[in-house]
């Protein structure tokens, strides 16, 4: 069975320019995440959806990033624009409904802002 | 906040065994997580506490102390492949709630 999947695996854009992040969750799994890594950091959470409604979106900085998950499956995240700070890796990760669920996760897509 | 300690790095030889230490203060417990990830890849799950005492995988074992807010990671028969980040995270709450993690361990196997 495939794991989760994001496309493109590297990303290089010039600032202000815009970005989308695309993820395919494991099928069945109703709980989608997005985390931004910075390197030599843990892994921090931007937004969490179960099946197509975001939940916990909180950490994620609204005036330049959004996200959506239409029909509770595939899911964008988008950033415009883009700014020398948000270089970063970009994971996505899936688990099922339920309590206490293992979160698995992608390999990110690695986003490098000129 | 959320306060989740670990050491930056370790290095340890081959064959030998290696303790990595996770302490955490956070406004809520719901359990324990360490995920190793190698460089440019995703994390993957390694192990889950949500009681107190040792949890035993293979080569590996995960340790919870909730009264004193500790956990360690223990890694026996260290192989090179076991070069990695290791990664503590604490799940707040019940349900899917997201994890909360540490900076990680980059973990170095050296023969």
């Known amino acids: 069975e495939a794991g989760v999947v994001q496309s493109p695996r590297y990303k290089i854009i010039e600032k202000k320019q815009p970005v989308a992040f695309w993820c395919n969750p494991i099928s069945g799994h109703n709980t989608l995440y997005w985390y931004l890594q910075n390197l030599g950091q843990g892994p921090e959470l931007l937004i969490r959806?179960?099946?197509?409604?975001?939940?916990?979106d909180s950490q994620l900085p609204k005036d330049r990033f959004s996200a959506e998950r239409l029909k509770g499956v595939d899911s964008t995240l988008k950033i415009q624009p883009a700014e020398l700070g948000d270089s970063a890796v970009y994971l996505c990760?899936?688990?099922?409904?339920?309590?206490?669920?293992?979160?698995?996760f992608g390999p990110g897509t690695r986003l490098t802002v000129l | 906040g959320q306060n989740i300690d670990q050491p930056t790095e370790m290095t340890a030889t081959e064959g030998a065994i290696v303790q990595i230490n996770c302490t955490y203060q956070?406004?809520?417990?719901?359990?324990l997580f360490w995920y190793q990830q190698h460089a440019g890849e995703a994390p993957t799950f390694l192990s889950y506490?949500?009681?107190?005492g040792l949890e035993e995988k293979g080569r590996f074992s995960s340790f919870l102390s909730r009264s004193k807010g500790y956990s360690y990671l223990l890694l026996k028969e260290l192989q090179m492949k076991d070069s990695a980040s290791y990664l503590c995270a604490v799940r707040l709450n019940s349900g899917n709630t997201p994890l909360v993690f540490g900076k990680g361990t980059r973990l170095s196997v050296i023969a």
């Open positions: 956070t406004s809520g417990f719901n359990g």
């Open positions: 990760a899936s688990s099922l409904a339920g309590l206490n669920n293992e979160q698995f």
């Open positions: 506490n949500v009681l107190d």
């Open positions: 959806y179960e099946n197509e409604e975001a939940v916990d």
